[in-house]
């Protein structure tokens, strides 16, 4: 069914439409998660492509620096595709981020080596990667705002989780790649040309997706309200709610670290540190990763039963008082099966973030600076703690200063575990004033 921009709807979606739009919407976001992730799970084969051969760690850190650059894309894609979104309609600004995202795939696929073209070929990655990050800053505030708009009220929690298992299913799909082209190549043929072939895969999903989207339904509020606002997505709108804007920084913080720790550097760190096998520690990640997957929905749909509060402060407590011991003891892990297990409860605690974070932050704000409220904030932290993650920890690890690490994301934790203890609060959703 393909939306009618200038109809409001007078009847509510059955449940069957609703899971039809959020469907369209969430596999969009896979598929970009997944254009975005391919980059974190084949560095360890492209790194030497692009810069200048040397030890392995500091072509880590090359590629790790180029990680973090495309981050601080974020927040400017956060405020464009986000206006645009609260402007425009959120269909639209779904639509052009994949097409985006897509695009920056293709290239880096077929750009050539620092053997072949010299200072042109790391040039080229870091320009493509600014690029994916305006698509990726965008992707996630209005797909936030798309779900939860969607979403049938007694249900929010279980709908908006989908943004997470797309997310994380993404992540999936390119550490599946990763395990199927380990198994089908030699290293030696992964170094050269096959971390190549995921970055085609993702730019040929790209064309499924559009489609998809194209037919998506635009969401009741955007139709009914912001069409009559003139200061729809207005950074001046925002300023009315600074109070919304901090308690998403806050909430983030923790949050984005953690997820990135446990979902991204921790393949880096079971290699480097524990002495895994690459193929070992891709495995570890993937089963790792398909519980995390199965908990979103289901941490989601409690949430819509006890409330948010009580999953926020569980990954606080959690992640506060267990990362330390947790990371000590991956250390000294001396089997797959041990490093499984802890990687296990690590990514337990933060699913109680990651299964309700998008519509916590939603329902913060009114329909008319939505996308906009939900994407900026969380954009500019990301961009300054997230996308920084690989290379902090890389860089601490360089001057032996890894334990170092570990406190650093216990710390950030606690500071998000005071903010949802005393700034949240329980059953105030500004989606029901709409």
Do not use: C
Not at 17 to 35: C, H, P, R, Y
Not at 214 to 224: G, H, I, P, R, V
């Amino acid at each position: 069914m393909r939306a009618q921009a200038t109809t409001v709807r007078t009847v509510p979606r059955s449940e069957r439409q609703v899971a039809t739009n959020i469907l369209k919407g969430s596999l969009g976001n896979m598929v970009e998660w997944f254009d975005w992730y391919v980059y974190a799970s084949f560095a360890i084969y492209f790194s030497a492509a692009f810069f200048p051969a040397g030890n392995q760690t500091a072509e880590l850190l090359a590629t790790a620096g180029v990680f973090a650059i495309g981050f601080f894309m974020r927040p400017l894609g956060s405020f464009v595709m986000g206006r645009f979104a609260d402007r425009k309609g959120r269909r639209a600004a779904l639509t052009l981020s994949v097409i985006i995202m897509a695009g920056g795939s293709l290239v880096i696929a077929l750009t050539p080596t620092y053997a072949q073209i010299g200072i042109w070929s790391p040039v080229i990655l870091v320009l493509t990667r600014l690029i994916q990050g305006l698509s990726l800053g965008g992707e996630y505030g209005t797909s936030a705002t798309y779900m939860s708009e969607m979403a049938s009220p007694s249900r929010r929690g279980f709908y908006s989780s989908f943004q997470y298992v797309t997310l994380i299913g993404g992540q999936l799909l390119a550490l599946l790649v990763q395990i199927i082209l380990q198994n089908i190549f030699t290293n030696a043929q992964l170094y050269a040309f096959g971390w190549r072939i995921p970055f085609a895969i993702g730019a040929l999903g790209a064309l499924v997706v559009l489609w998809l989207r194209l037919s998506m339904e635009e969401s009741d509020q955007f139709n009914s309200t912001n069409k009559k606002s003139k200061q729809a997505g207005t950074l001046r709108l925002l300023a009315k709610y600074p109070k919304q804007v901090l308690i998403v920084v806050g909430m983030t913080l923790g949050g984005t670290i953690s997820f990135y720790t446990y979902t991204t550097y921790l393949q880096q760190f079971m290699i480097n540190t524990t002495g895994l096998s690459k193929e070992s520690a891709a495995m570890i990640n993937f089963l790792a990763l398909l519980v995390m997957v199965i908990l979103q929905p289901v941490f989601g749909h409690l949430s819509d039963k006890i409330g948010r509060k009580p999953l926020l402060i569980f990954f606080g407590v959690g992640g506060t008082v267990l990362t330390v011991p947790l990371f000590t003891l991956l250390t000294n892990a001396t089997q797959a099966w041990q490093a499984f297990l802890l990687m296990l409860v690590g990514v337990v605690i933060v699913s109680g973030y990651t299964s309700i974070n998008a519509i916590v932050k939603a329902e913060l704000f009114p329909a008319e600076i939505r996308a906009l409220g939900v994407g900026l904030p969380y954009g500019l932290t990301v961009a300054i703690f997230g996308g920084t993650v690989n290379y902090v920890a890389l860089w601490l690890r360089s001057v032996h200063l890894e334990s170092g690490f570990f406190w650093y994301v216990s710390g950030t934790v606690f500071i998000s575990l005071l903010v949802y203890i005393f700034m949240i609060k329980k059953g105030v959703s500004a989606l029901d004033k709409d």
